[in-house]
């Protein structure tokens, strides 16, 4: 397991600095120590928020460690999100309904589960997207992230429909939506297309059927730090690309009023983002 720094000149520590980590793999493109730092440094908690790359084979052990070591609580990302539902004591509601975790938190000795994904992508959706009830909507993916934003186009009422690799995963993700609330999925051509796989940080294409979306349609790709050519290919054709650098925010306050007990200073984290 490898740590990342959260910046060049890190706060200076005591023993009774509490800690916060983002568990992930890889974990060196994140943006979360930025903001979570700078909102810790606006609200002036003591404390220190890290990175750390976790393989697949070392998560259940690095979770074990956040309890022996006395962690604050932790961010969970790609490719743990299941496996932080399962080896929480407990679990919101939330993270049970959709079936995965993004943040950890305490409850008196209770290591206890969440999602905040779903709750920072609906305001993307809502006013970065322009989402209305019934639109159509597809998800391409089948993790924890798929199920998040399925769970968000669902409670806006949208339309929403899966691709995925296993067909199976995909109807169940699109059975989510419907329980959040969703309109039946529909035929017609979706207005927001929503990548929710990995694809793209590398310069990899999604499937050709949802590269070049024109006019009137949107491209949204939860990945961010770079142009991914699926959103480029939008802005080529003439429709909007989104990226992930919102519902980053979003959840990112929510999971930080979790460990805290208050939402972060308003426009703290905002104001960290790269420009």
């Known amino acids: ?7 060049s000149n890190p706060p200076a520590t005591t023993a009774a600095t509490r800690l916060l980590v983002v568990l992930g793999h890889p974990v060196g493109h994140s943006l979360s120590p930025a903001l979570h730092s700078a909102a810790i440094a606006a609200a002036g908690h003591d404390a220190v928020y890290l990175a750390v790359d976790v393989p697949p084979e070392d998560i259940d052990a690095a979770i074990t460690g956040l309890r022996t070591l006395g962690f604050l609580g932790a961010n969970v990302t790609i490719p743990h999100k299941h496996a932080a539902l ?29 999602n905040t994904d779903a709750a920072g992508l609906r305001g993307v959706l809502a006013d970065d997207c322009g ?17 998040a934003a ?7 009422g949208a339309a929403t429909t899966v691709h995925a690799r296993r067909p ?12 959040a ?39 949204l790709d939860l990945n961010y730090g770079t142009l991914s050519p699926f959103l480029t290919s939008a802005v080529e054709a003439g429709g909007r ?3 992930g650098v919102g519902m980053l925010v979003g959840q ?10 208050t939402p972060p200073p308003a426009g703290a984290m905002a104001a960290a983002l790269p420009r």
Do not use: K, Y
Not at 1 to 7: E, H, N, Q, V
Not at 184 to 202: E, K
Not at 252 to 259: L, V
């Open 131 to 147: 989402l209305q009830p019934g639109d159509p909507v597809t998800i391409v993916g089948s993790g924890g992230a798929a199920r």
């Open 1 to 7: 397991m490898a740590a990342d720094p959260a910046g």
């Open 168 to 179: 199976q995963a995909g109807r169940a993700i699109a059975d989510l939506a419907l329980q």
């Open 150 to 156: 399925a769970v968000a186009c669902g409670r806006l």
């Open 252 to 261: 990112a306050e929510a999971a930080f009023a979790r460990w805290f007990g």
């Open 181 to 219: 609330g969703g309109a039946d999925p529909s035929d017609a051509d979706a207005r927001v297309v929503i990548n929710a796989t990995p694809l793209g940080r590398h310069g990899e294409a999604l499937p050709d059927p949802f590269m070049g979306l024109g006019p009137g349609r949107v491209a």
């Open 241 to 243: 690309a989104v990226d």
């Open 86 to 114: 399962q080896a929480a004591d407990d679990a919101t509601e939330e993270a049970r309904f959709i079936g995965a975790a993004n943040t950890l938190f305490w409850e008196g000795e209770r290591l206890v589960a969440d």
